[in-house]
């Protein structure tokens, strides 16, 4: 079992920065791959980026190319989404979650945080 707990969401302007961070429990979360996904006002829930157990791999959806980055600290049981460069279309929940593949389906996906908004105006 592990429990995802999203921090760092908030309200910034277009072009600004945000760092979500996300803090598991328990002592196996280094054998688990990691995703982010987002859902926005009226729309379905979506693939950000995602990273395997031990960090050397990670793969990101188009939107996030070049402006967000994931990471991990097997050490602090955290998983972390650097956001650069923010649009208003970056408006949404973000989610993290563990599974044991990284993939950008969510049915991949056994356990899930309870999501972290961000609000980026124009």
């Known amino acids: 079992q592990v429990q995802l707990v999203e921090s760092g969401g908030g309200l910034v302007q277009a072009g600004g920065s945000l760092r979500l961070s996300c803090a598991a429990s328990g002592r196996t979360f280094s054998s688990y791959a990691m995703g982010w996904f987002r859902q926005a006002p009226g729309k379905e ?70 999501g972290t908004q961000v609000a980026v105006s124009s």
């Open 45 to 114: 829930r979506e693939f950000v980026a995602t990273i395997s157990s031990n960090g050397g791999s990670t793969y990101y959806a188009e939107s996030a190319k070049g402006r967000f980055t994931i990471s991990r600290d097997n050490a602090k049981n955290t998983l972390y989404l650097q956001m650069n460069s923010l649009k208003p279309e970056d408006t949404a929940v973000y989610y993290c979650a563990a599974g044991q593949l990284g993939s950008s389906r969510q049915y991949e996906y056994d356990y899930w945080g309870q």
